[in-house]
């Protein structure tokens, strides 16, 4: 198995009215670089593309990335045959590592706008290098630019950012230094294609916690009645939580708490987010042992809502009254 460090530089509308809804950003550049298991650089790959959706580049993509419409016109082919060369370079048995989350939603994104069969099945799996730096340094959910990495790790910046292969390689030099054994089970799931159905509806297994992810629903409130997305389980032997609090909401987030006999209190979080089309709603479902603190910061939650809900009912009679 090998690790394709890949990078995307993309342009887009001049105006959110010459947008088109299906490709809101269009791909102009893929980078990539070639990785062992033992994450040795092995090959590079690099594409300029032919932009077909919006044929100027913005000021701010070319400052940004240093490309101009003639260096496209002129050494960019099509993203069919990009694509097709890319994906044959890939080979068979890999994983996608990335900067950031959204360019692997962006590469599928464009690849459904030109009816291109995407090979990977669902769920999709990547590493995403700059959440497992931010793991590694114990950062929670602070998310360094590259460039604020590289120097971290006193990598050479003799290369310019923003260049879809310069920034794949300044990628793949930060994965060399990251202790992989430890966090690559930390992997992240790419939302842009969801479970079809219930049937392909997963639950992924991390070390700390688990994680599940719903199919498609039409409707916000068709999300949370679903019995599959309220089932609370442990996370470490898949059975029955003993309910404690049943899901409520705060407004963001629902939470529940329960617990299983053999490995102890849990606290199951559902969040409900748009599809990447905007065309529906599905659930993210984790799952992870809490301790006491955290199970009374749920459960005043709880109490303060509840407060909150009481005061309105009261203050609704008050008003009654008056009338
Ligand atoms: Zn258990």
């Given at each position: 198995m090998n690790y394709i460090v890949l990078d995307l530089e993309w342009n887009q509308a001049a105006y959110k009215t010459d947008e088109e809804i299906d490709i809101p950003f269009e791909i102009i550049e893929i980078g990539a670089?070639?990785?062992?298991?033992?994450?040795?650089?092995?090959?590079?790959?690099?594409?300029?593309?032919?932009?077909?959706?919006?044929?100027?580049?913005?000021?701010r993509t070319k400052q940004l990335t240093g490309w101009t419409d003639r260096d496209l016109d002129e050494r960019g082919i099509y993203f069919e045959d990009a694509i097709e060369k890319f994906l044959k370079w890939c080979g068979r048995d890999y994983v996608f590592c990335v900067w950031g989350g959204s360019d692997l939603t962006q590469l599928e994104r464009n690849m459904s706008y030109y009816n291109i069969r995407v090979p990977w099945k669902y769920p999709l799996k990547y590493l995403d290098v700059q959440k497992l730096f931010a793991l590694e340094m114990r950062e929670g959910k602070t998310r360094r630019p590259l460039e604020a990495v590289v120097e971290h790790y006193g990598i050479p910046a003799d290369r310019p950012f923003h260049h879809a292969?310069?920034?794949?390689?300044?990628t793949a030099k930060i994965?060399?230094?990251?202790d992989r054994a430890e966090y690559e089970s930390y992997y992240s799931v790419d939302y842009y294609r969801l479970p079809k159905n219930r049937f392909?509806?997963?639950t992924f297994h991390f070390k700390t916690y688990s994680k599940f992810v719903s199919r498609k629903f039409n409707l916000k409130e068709?999300?949370?009645?679903?019995?599959?997305?309220?089932?609370?389980?442990c996370r470490i032997c898949g059975r029955k939580l003993h309910r404690e609090v049943n899901w409520f909401?705060?407004?963001h987030s629902y939470f529940a708490l329960g617990t299983c006999?053999?490995?102890?209190?849990?606290?199951?979080?559902?969040r409900i987010r748009m599809t990447e089309n905007q065309e529906g709603y599905f659930a993210i479902?984790?799952?992870?042992?809490?301790?006491?603190?955290?199970?009374k910061k749920i459960l005043d939650k709880q109490d303060n809502l509840r407060a909150r809900r009481r005061e309105r009912r009261q203050r609704g009679k008050g008003t009654e009254e008056k009338e």
């Open positions: 670089v070639k990785l062992n298991r033992k994450a040795e650089i092995l090959d590079s790959f690099q594409e300029l593309i032919r932009p077909q959706v919006y044929p100027f580049l913005l000021r292969l310069d920034d794949a390689t300044y994965f060399q230094k990251l392909e509806e997963v068709e999300v949370i009645r679903d019995l599959r997305v309220r089932e609370l389980r909401t705060d407004g006999r053999e490995h102890g209190k849990m606290r199951g979080r559902i479902r984790t799952i992870k042992n809490c301790n006491s603190e955290e199970e």
